[in-house]
């Protein structure tokens, strides 16, 4: 599968340890394949067993979370940490509140965002938690008691430089506010544990806006590089408008694109005129999703209830921002065949591997989540830096710290792929440069 035997091995074996962990599984394949060069040029890497090493998560966490509902019924759900990789700094990562949250999910978010981490170019290790609790339907008072109990576990495994979690699908200023809140309360200590805070207790500005901000910045030098061309009247069409698509279809707007199709959970539209986004926002302020309202405001777009047929809708730039594998083979052909020619992810793994090949077959600009979606942690890890010396920075210090980031990112990555294999592979040259930091540091740092 590998041309590397010592990856074939290796995968060989982390697949029978792992057998019921698909989407991890997914991601080491996805590592290894770009890995496949740099491991044959340097045997260190074998000889220092670091992919062995790397592909293990430092500590897995598993714990119970018990809470009372409103009807006074006690309810359990299962909370997890993993640990990743500190080999770069604490470990940093999201938590997710999904009823979808499993070990495979997480080990594979975790993965991803060590490297993602190590691109940012910030000291910060990778890490991922969270809880199949379903956050739909909760009541204000529910959510807050949940938070307030997984915390009550996870404290103990976390500090500001040891582990650094943050906000992800389910999570957000609420939800993290509500953590940090218990969090305080059992260790005494302001000591801003959590990053994606409110602005009135040690939050960054720009953080709400900066995964789907970034991912704009990122694309934006796609575009001047690859085809010396700006967003300007640029179709674009954006899968979920939850944190990151919403954010990312805004910042698209004001680069001049026009975003002519998002989705949500119950479908998705397709508005050529260009989606009203004020009226999303209006739509969405009281409930999670728009898509099934739209159309009675604009009656001249088209709601279709089905999420897959947002990829059917002739575009040039394709942003998928909602959850792993939402992107599969049929809709990479159905974008290539309407004549889409960048594809840029904003979610995690949205992009099932197969699609994503048959996306670089047809020779589709084509960029991973770890290194488009790393603006979200690189403001989480300048909010960091914030706490750190107690002083908060203006909204244009960090979106300006923010867009030099995600260009760097794209440096990185661009050099990467042009020294190792084609310099429009952005899928090796994001891994290969998240991978170099990493390597370099666990080198240094001995066998631990
Ligand atoms: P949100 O929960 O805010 O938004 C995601 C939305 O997408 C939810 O409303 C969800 O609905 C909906 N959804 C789920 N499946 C589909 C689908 N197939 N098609 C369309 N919509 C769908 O999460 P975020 O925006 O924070 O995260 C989205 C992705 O981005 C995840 O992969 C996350 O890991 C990644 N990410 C997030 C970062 C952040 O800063 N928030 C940083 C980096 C990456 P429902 O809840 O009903 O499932």
């Known amino acids: 599968m590998f041309k590397s035997e010592y990856l074939n091995e290796i995968f060989k074996g982390v697949s029978q340890r792992n057998a019921t962990e698909p989407e991890y599984l997914q991601a080491v394949e996805e590592f290894f394949e770009a890995m496949d060069f740099i491991v044959m040029a340097d045997p260190k890497i074998q000889?220092?067993?670091?992919?062995?090493?790397?592909?293990?998560?430092?500590?897995?966490v598993k714990f119970r979370v018990t809470w009372i509902d409103d009807q006074g019924k006690i309810q359990v759900n299962r909370g997890f940490r993993v640990?990743?990789?500190?080999?770069?700094?604490?470990?940093?990562?999201?938590?997710?509140?999904?009823?979808?949250?499993n070990e495979s999910i997480l080990k594979f978010l975790g993965f991803e965002q060590t490297f993602k981490n190590a691109l940012t170019g910030l000291p910060m290790g990778g890490g991922k938690g969270g809880a199949d609790f379903d956050p739909r339907g909760k009541s204000n008072g529910e959510i807050m008691r949940f938070c307030q109990n997984f915390m009550m576990e996870l404290y103990r495994h976390i500090g500001p430089d040891t582990d650094v979690p943050a906000g992800d699908i389910g999570v957000g200023f609420r939800e993290v506010g509500y953590m940090y809140g218990m969090y305080k309360k059992i260790v005494n200590e302001s000591t801003g544990v959590l990053t994606g805070k409110g602005l009135s207790y040690g939050g960054s500005l720009v953080r709400k806006e900066a995964t789907g901000y970034g991912l704009l910045y990122f694309v934006q030098e796609m575009m001047r590089v690859y085809r010396n061309e700006d967003l300007k009247n640029k179709r674009i069409i954006i899968s979920g408008s939850g944190k990151v698509g919403l954010y990312a279809a805004l910042k698209a707007r004001e680069l001049g694109a026009k975003v002519i199709g998002l989705s949500d959970v119950n479908g998705c539209v397709h508005d050529p005129n260009g989606i009203d986004l004020d009226l999303v926002k209006e739509l969405t302020a009281s409930v999670p999703e728009f898509s099934t309202q739209y159309c009675e405001y604009r009656p001249n777009a088209v709601y279709?209830?089905?999420?897959?047929?947002?990829?059917?809708i002739p575009c040039d730039i394709a942003l998928p921002c909602a959850t792993q594998n939402e992107l599969p083979i049929e809709g990479a052909k159905s974008l290539v065949a309407n004549g889409c020619y960048l594809v840029c992810e904003g979610a995690n793994m949205p992009t099932t591997i197969e699609a994503t090949k048959y996306l670089q077959h047809h020779d589709i600009l084509f960029a991973p989540g770890k290194a488009g979606n790393a603006g979200g942690v690189a403001v989480s890890g300048l909010e960091m830096t914030q706490n750190a010396m107690h002083y908060p920075w203006t909204y244009a210090e960090v979106d300006e710290k923010l867009a030099h980031i995600m260009k760097e990112i794209f440096n990185k990555a661009y050099d990467e792929a042009r020294k190792y294999t084609d310099h429009r592979n952005l899928v090796i040259?994001?891994?290969?440069?998240?991978f170099m930091r990493i390597y370099q540091a666990m080198m240094e740092q001995g066998v631990v």
Do not use: C
């Open 304 to 312: 279709n209830p089905s999420t897959l047929a947002i990829w059917d």
């Open 429 to 434: 040259g994001a891994n290969i440069a998240g």
């Open 47 to 60: 000889e220092h067993g670091i992919m062995e090493r790397i592909i293990e998560p430092e500590r897995t």
């Open 83 to 101: 640990q990743f990789n500190s080999a770069i700094g604490p470990y940093k990562g999201g938590i997710r509140f999904h009823p979808t949250v």
